[in-house]
């Protein structure tokens, strides 16, 4: 069974390496990762495939950056020549970034089956790219593996038969689960962050990114009041994606000096930061699901979310866009009880286990 895993930006990179290191166990699967390359830099791509333990891709595509449409079709064309060349049997795509939506359509016009690992979730916001992403690969995989249970939800309103969702947990919690246990034994000496960690105590950890956020000045500035408020109490360690540092310049943005700045941090080192942060604040999907598995409260920086279980587990708190709403939430998060925080079901660290063993029990039946 030939099976292409496919990643392209950043926070796909750690929901592969689980379903690899899974695939691996399998003799019958032959698991060939293909990178679009829509994430390039080193700080955003190689490092994590180095820190996440994956090998070199089998295949790059170098689709770089660019609008949607362009971003987009460069996947397509090339992923397109690589599937008649060496024809998979399967797809797996992950997340909704431009290289899911990208690489499901093609597999599926030239009638390769598509699986959609964190499949159903919905903001409901059509504004967001990523929910354009997330619907039209939905429209046509074969398979639907779920993280929550809102998601099952959603799949079936939009009329999906009930027997191809399968709800198998969170492969991103298995990757989190994994590294949490090797920072425990060894925290790698190169970390830049270690003297500022140490030196701090008490901090917050903060990552911002969406164009929603980002991409206005109006916007951006309103957030930024906030952050230089929250500052004032608590210090902020800020590693910036190059979205934002691009903006920041463009919008000469000034932050307090209580927020500590940082290149765009690999995975293992992040991780260090916010573990024990007293509160993460972002605009990422991920973060609100790994803060929710280890009891980390989250301030997340959106006016909705596709994750709703995150806030009905007491960790997530959704604080809105505006300087007045942030801070609100911000006082709310760091005075909630850690100890009524809740884990979701099947979040346990065996998400790629199940997955694989869908798979392969289908496959073998098609054979
Ligand atoms: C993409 C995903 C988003 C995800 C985010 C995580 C889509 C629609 N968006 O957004 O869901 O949360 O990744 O990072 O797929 N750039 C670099 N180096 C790089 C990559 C990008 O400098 O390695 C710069 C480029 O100038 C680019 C900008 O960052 O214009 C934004 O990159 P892009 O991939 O378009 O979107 P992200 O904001 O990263």
Redesign the pocket.
């Known amino acids: 069974m030939k099976v292409f895993l496919i990643a392209?930006?950043?926070?796909n990179f750690m929901k592969i390496a689980p379903i690899y290191r899974q695939a691996l166990k399998h003799s019958y699967v032959q698991c060939k990762i293909v990178h679009t390359g829509?994430?390039?830099?080193y700080?955003?791509?190689e490092a994590f495939f180095e820190d996440l333990e994956l090998p070199k891709p089998d295949f790059f595509l170098s689709a770089g950056?660019?609008s949607?449409a362009v971003?987009t079709a460069k996947i397509m064309v090339t992923f397109e020549e690589l599937c008649q060349k060496e024809k998979p049997d399967l797809i797996i795509v992950v997340?909704?970034?431009?290289?899911?939506l990208a690489c499901s359509v093609v597999a599926k016009k030239l009638l390769i089956e598509v699986a959609h690992v964190e499949a159903g979730l919905r903001s409901f916001d059509l504004t967001m790219?990523?929910e354009i992403?997330r619907m039209v690969t939905d429209a046509i995989s074969d398979y639907f593996f779920v993280t929550e249970e809102s998601a099952t939800a959603n799949l079936i309103q939009e009329g999906k038969s009930k027997a191809r969702i399968h709800f198998v947990g969170n492969v991103m919690i298995d990757n989190l689960f994994y590294q949490v246990d090797k920072l425990a034994v060894d925290i790698p000496e190169h970390f830049q962050t270690s003297k500022i960690k140490g030196k701090l105590g008490d901090y917050a950890f903060l990552t911002l990114?969406?164009?929603s956020n980002v991409d206005t000045r109006s916007g951006f500035c309103e957030i930024t009041e906030a952050l230089n408020t929250i500052a004032d109490k608590l210090p902020i360690l800020f590693p910036v994606?190059?979205?934002t540092k691009?903006m920041m310049d463009e919008f000469d943005l000034h932050l307090s000096k209580n927020i500590f700045i940082f290149s765009p941090l690999a995975f293992k080192e992040s991780l260090f930061l916010w573990k024990d942060a007293k509160v993460v604040l972002t605009d990422?999907?991920g973060l609100q699901e790994e803060t929710t598995a280890i009891g980390i409260p989250c301030v997340t920086i959106r006016e909705n979310t596709e994750r709703p279980i995150t806030i009905k587990m007491g960790t997530n708190i959704l604080a809105g866009t505006k300087k007045e709403s942030i801070l609100r939430a911000f006082e709310e998060a760091v005075s909630r009880p850690v100890s009524q925080f809740k884990v979701p079901p099947k979040w346990d660290g065996k998400a790629a286990e199940r997955i694989w063993k869908i798979l392969l029990k289908k496959q073998v039946r098609q054979d």
């Open positions: 392209g930006a950043r926070p829509q994430h390039y830099d700080e955003m791509s950056s660019g949607h971003q997340g909704d970034v431009n290289s899911t790219p990523e992403n990114h969406r164009p994606h190059p979205r691009k990422s999907g």
